[in-house]
């Protein structure tokens, strides 16, 4: 991908836009850039500067998204709404041509990222609450003021906010710059050929990410957790929704398939037409997936039927029967469906009520169970129109209520009744 059109290579310290910016090291990548820690030598902080690949389709769609996140940092001047902040963009000519950039604000770990180091166990109930508020924030922005269906909304675009940076952390700003370019060439991760400088610089880069993990585990980041380690507790996780690359104002949709597949909506497969709801339905699996640990939906291809139709079945067995109307209301339902709303090629269903696989294959308690899907079931309804604004869940009593335990619960409950 490193050729004509594709990507940018980048080495530790090469600069940008006209020296401001300072390459560090990368922090991660997708199928249209590439995306490096910086250091902004104009205001001493360190930024996230994402740069795509440089053919027409890359650069159109850098454009829209320039244009998507500098409308969400123009209306949230506070900075309080839980979506990425856009510093500043330019372009950036190298080899393989003309490169869009964006400057990020700095965030941290993605929430996918979190749920691995937890083993893939899922997280407690209250680190739950704490990050559906932010999602939820960042929707009901979106949303009711903006007009923008994210379309995109899964774990991985969804990051934890960054303590390394001096604004953030203060003690943060002692982590120093690298500013000056060391000799011997190297490969476009930031890794040099071996030469003693490479050495150095390797051993720098190990030690600033050892401190940067140290400072996150005591400041609200995460680290990889070991057996029996309680790492998560105490720490109050705040996130922001990213990736805007895929996003659209809802009175001009650009795309009709939509969403990863396993956080897609039905309406998105039956192509029914979809609305800011189908953000919803992404947040819904998200946040099964951030107690669970396992996606809550994982379609396969089978010898006899597709992989939209193995998912249609995967919804009915959690959440019942589509209705007939909804099911074969759409573009696609006659692929799937017959006239009476029975899938064509899976005749056999397994009911699973949600609460109950949250009891018998997650171990939840029975209160925490039918707590969690009192809130998630309305959300996964499949009329679209059905399902809570993401205002209307921010007042939902799940996400407002205590992380006390259920003993605790009648714990209180009786003390309240003795006083009486
Ligand atoms: P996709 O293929 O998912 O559309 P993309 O090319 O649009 O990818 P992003 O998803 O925006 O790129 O970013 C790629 C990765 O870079 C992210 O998954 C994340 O690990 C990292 N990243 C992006 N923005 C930031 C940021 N502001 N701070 C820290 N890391 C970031
Ligand atoms: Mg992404
Ligand atoms: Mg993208």
Not at 269 to 280: E, K, N, P, V, W
Not at 292 to 312: C, I, N, V, Y
């Amino acid at each position: 991908s490193y050729r004509k059109g594709g990507y940018h290579a980048v080495r530790v310290a090469d600069t940008f836009a006209g020296g401001r910016y300072i390459a560090q090291r990368k922090l991660g990548w997708g199928q249209f850039s590439t995306v490096w820690l910086a250091y902004d030598s104009q205001t001493a902080k360190y930024v996230a500067l994402k740069i795509q690949k440089s053919a027409p389709e890359f650069a159109q769609s850098a454009i829209y998204e320039i244009e998507v996140v500098s409308a969400l940092t123009k209306h949230d001047p506070e900075n309080k709404k839980c979506v990425i902040q856009l510093v500043d963009h330019f372009k950036h000519t190298g080899p393989n041509g003309q490169h869009f950039c964006m400057v990020f604000e700095l965030l941290g770990d993605s929430i996918l990222q979190l749920i691995k180091y937890n083993r893939y166990k899922g997280l407690p109930l209250n680190k739950v609450r704490d990050i559906c508020r932010c999602i939820l924030t960042a929707l009901d922005y979106l949303h009711r003021q903006l007009g923008i269906i994210h379309t995109d909304l899964k774990p991985e675009n969804i990051l934890l906010v960054s303590t390394i940076n001096p604004s953030n952390d203060p003690n943060q700003s002692k982590m120093v710059p690298i500013v000056s370019k060391p000799e011997g060439s190297m490969n476009n991760n930031g890794g040099c050929v071996a030469n003693g400088i490479e050495k150095k610089l390797k051993q720098r880069a190990r030690q600033a990410v050892a401190r940067i993990y140290a400072r996150r585990a005591s400041l609200g980041g995460v680290r990889p957790v070991t057996k029996g380690d309680r790492c998560l507790d105490g720490i109050d996780f705040r996130c922001k929704v990213v990736d805007f690359g895929n996003a659209c104002w809802a009175n001009r949709p650009n795309a009709d398939e939509i969403q990863t597949r396993q956080y897609r909506a039905p309406e998105v497969i039956l192509q029914s037409g979809y609305t800011f709801s189908a953000d919803m339905w992404s947040f819904a699996c998200t946040a099964f997936e951030l107690a669970t640990g396992e996606t809550m939906f994982a379609p396969k291809t089978g010898q006899s039927f597709s992989e939209d139709e193995d998912h249609l079945a995967l919804m009915m067995e959690i959440l019942g029967k589509i209705p007939r109307k909804i099911a074969t209301g759409g573009l696609r339902s006659k692929d799937y469906f017959d006239r009476y709303g029975d899938l064509k090629r899976i005749r056999r269903l397994k009911h699973v009520p949600l609460a109950r696989l949250l009891t018998e294959k997650f171990k939840f308690s029975v209160n925490d169970a039918c707590d969690f899907a009192g809130f998630l079931i309305p959300v996964l309804d499949f009329a679209p129109e059905k399902r809570p604004t993401a205002g209307q869940c921010l007042q939902h009593a799940w996400l407002n209520k205590s992380s006390e335990s259920s003993v605790q619960k009648l714990d209180s409950e009786m003390s309240k009744l003795q006083i009486k």
